[in-house]
């Protein structure tokens, strides 16, 4: 493999550090002119990725209407791209599944391998799409039996770009949470919310405090305080996230 790729053993910090002091690693690409199964098997043989960037911005068509959002732009494929796995695999190694497709990371494009010439460096996003019949399909990151990615597929995250992003929610709190220390249970009702965010403002993780819930006490979705940029893609704020539950002893304790 290239020398270039071994710049990815830089620092990297995790998910769970503020917005303003996040520093990742710069994911680093070569062009792929052609695509097909042949090509891509071979890149796989070969220790690569291969990788699409979209060119996509959301917006929101109707203001009384919070999910009413759609592309402002038809969806088009920009540019083919063939990335590292030892890379890909170092960043998974520091950021957890959930949250790289919440995370946006500098694209660095060299004109090919082993070349020191950079085409152009601009953010991404990872998404868990496919690019089909311009349509998105939304799936996990595209793996093998194995656990191997196969594909990796990004949008542009430049600042000022709106992008529909699945921010996963972290619960924190479960040691000091009044009611989990009477005996009761969390209960889980969602892992992530939707929200269209501008590109500079997404953030890895919504994290959700339980250190005041006592039994019965729940947490809902317009009690998320995220950055007022943010709009959350759902017709019912006041849905739960979580809250927390009696057990069973404890209900037949009471009775």
């Not at 311009?134 to 594909?151: C, M, P, Q, T, Y």
């Amino acid at each position: 493999m290239s020398k270039w790729w071994s710049t990815a053993a830089g620092v990297l910090k995790t998910a769970a550090e503020p917005h303003s002091r996040r520093s990742y690693h710069t994911i680093q690409a070569v062009p792929r002119e052609i695509s097909g199964h042949r090509i891509s098997v071979r890149d796989r043989a070969q220790g690569r990725i291969p990788a699409v960037v979209f060119s996509q911005s959301y917006a929101q068509t109707n203001l009384n209407d919070p999910t009413s959002v759609a592309a402002s732009a038809s969806v088009s494929q920009k540019l083919l791209l063939t990335t590292e796995r030892k890379q890909i695999k170092a960043i998974l190694n520091h950021i957890e599944p959930p949250f790289f497709c919440s995370t946006t990371f500098p694209l660095q494009i060299r004109a090919g391998s082993g070349s020191s010439t950079i085409l152009d460096t601009k953010k991404v996003l990872p998404i868990k799409a496919s690019y089909f019949c311009v349509s998105f399909v939304e799936f996990d990151i595209h793996r093998d039996e194995d656990g191997k990615i196969l594909n990796l597929v990004f949008v542009w995250a430049e600042d000022g770009t709106m992008i529909k992003v699945d921010v996963p929610i972290v619960f924190k709190g479960q040691d000091d949470c009044p009611g989990l220390k009477k005996g009761g249970c969390l209960s889980t009702i969602r892992t992530s919310l939707k929200y269209l965010c501008p590109a500079e403002h997404i953030p890895p993780k919504i994290e959700v405090d339980l250190s005041n819930l006592d039994i019965g006490d729940r947490v809902s979705m317009h009690d998320v305080v995220v950055h007022p940029s943010l709009k959350l893609l759902s017709k019912n704020e006041t849905m739960p996230i979580c809250k927390i539950m009696a057990t069973n002893i404890e209900n037949s304790e009471t009775a």
